[in-house]
């Protein structure tokens, strides 16, 4: 029972324009909602995160979007740098400080 | 480094064989949690501390998976009788119980091979 999913495996985007990661998940009773990002041989890093109460939350050229009645959200990062290259991670969780709920993850390459 | 640690970083073992890894958590923070990770997924929840008291173990934990935090402190998770199947990343995190976002920290992982 996947609750959350990354229903892209990849994504391709050229340098200095905007990447777009989506998720979507299924139970209505998630509080919270978080991205991370992952090099290769690291753990995931925290980048941001979302209250259920709120549909929008931004940091830097970080900014997720939560829509509720779509059980959707997304994160958008502008300019996107070769840096960004790497492997997020959208994860939910019920109540604070409880499990999080992971999705498969989104390749993202970055091109120079 | 103040830094989620854990040790090792990687264990190659045969199958049949016990394995035990230890996390140390960032200091101040009173919940520990252990994930698992496969090729190709997201992290996994097994179980999770609030200082020395195990809150919550997920259904993936089998009978031969057993967490501690003795102190709420380190924790160790040790597999007994390991399988192919038990081949993964294993992942600890730690945050403060009043933390804002659930955002946790992770450390860089353990990777088990069982031959």
């Known amino acids: 029972d996947q609750q959350v999913k990354q229903n892209s495996p990849s994504l391709s985007v050229q340098e200095g324009r905007i990447s777009i990661l989506n998720c979507d998940y299924t139970?209505?009773?998630?509080?919270?909602f978080l991205w991370y990002k992952k090099y290769p041989a690291e753990g995931p890093t925290f980048l941001i995160s979302i209250s259920s109460i709120k549909d929008k939350n931004e940091d830097g050229r970080f900014t997720v979007f939560l829509n509720k009645s779509a059980k959707h959200l997304s994160l958008h990062i502008v300019p996107s740098q070769p840096g960004d290259s790497a492997v997020y991670f959208c994860a939910a969780s019920r109540f604070n400080g409880n499990k999080l709920v992971f999705g498969a993850g989104t390749i993202l390459r970055v091109k120079s | 480094d103040t830094g989620v640690s854990q040790d090792p970083r990687h264990k190659i073992t045969k199958r049949g064989q016990n394995v035990t890894f230890r996390c140390d958590p960032i200091s101040e923070h009173n919940r520990l949690y252990w994930y698992r990770q496969t090729l190709g997924q997201g992290p996994e929840f097994l179980t999770y501390f609030q200082n020395e008291a195990q809150l919550e173990k997920s259904r993936l934990l089998s009978d031969r998976f057993s967490a501690e935090r003795p102190k709420g402190s380190f924790s160790t998770l040790e597999i007994q009788r390991t399988e192919q199947g038990d081949s993964a990343m294993y992942l600890c995190?730690?945050?403060?119980?009043?933390?804002?976002?659930?955002?946790?920290?992770f450390g860089p992982g353990t990777r088990l091979t069982v031959l």
């Open positions: 139970n209505s009773m998630f509080d919270y």
């Open positions: 995190a730690s945050s403060r119980r009043e933390v804002k976002g659930n955002e946790q920290f």
